[in-house]
């Protein structure tokens, strides 16, 4: 059985930054033997792709509307996944999830994670 938690959203003012982590608890899961991936969710939409992440670090994905703002990055010794956001817009607003990447190989398809975390709120005001 494998546990996500994520932790440092918040409310922040428009340019401004927060830094998610998400810590992965497991006794049998090897968390550097997996790719991970951010996903977010906002009020009454789907729940969408952010970035991926290889299982060495050396790989990064992003949605388009986060290049060059977001930047996720992994600690395998912590089992943990991070996501740096910087300035941040009122649009990135949502519930940010991370999960497992468990199977194939398209790195922003939402069936291709599994193990999702409760979710971190990132509010953005304008």
């Known amino acids: 059985q494998v546990q996500l938690v994520e932790s440092g959203g918040g409310l922040v003012q428009a340019g401004g930054s927060l830094r998610l982590s998400c810590a992965a608890y497991?006794?049998?899961?090897?968390?550097?033997?997996?790719?991970m991936g951010w996903f977010r969710q906002a009020p009454g939409k789907e729940r969408v792709f952010v970035a991926h992440?290889?299982?060495?670090?050396?790989?990064?994905y992003y949605t388009d509307s986060v290049k060059g703002r977001f930047t996720i990055s992994r600690d395998n010794a912590k089992n943990t996944v991070f996501l740096q956001m910087n300035s941040l817009k009122p649009e990135d607003t949502a519930v940010y999830y991370c999960?497992?990447?468990?199977?194939?190989?398209?790195?922003?398809?939402?069936?291709?994670?599994?193990?999702w975390g409760q979710g971190t709120q990132v509010t953005v005001s304008s």
């Open positions: 992440i290889s299982w060495s670090g050396a790989t990064t």
């Open positions: 497991g006794r049998t899961f090897s968390f550097s033997s997996y790719a």
């Open positions: 999960a497992v990447k468990a199977r194939g190989s398209t790195y922003y398809l939402r069936d291709e994670y599994d193990y």
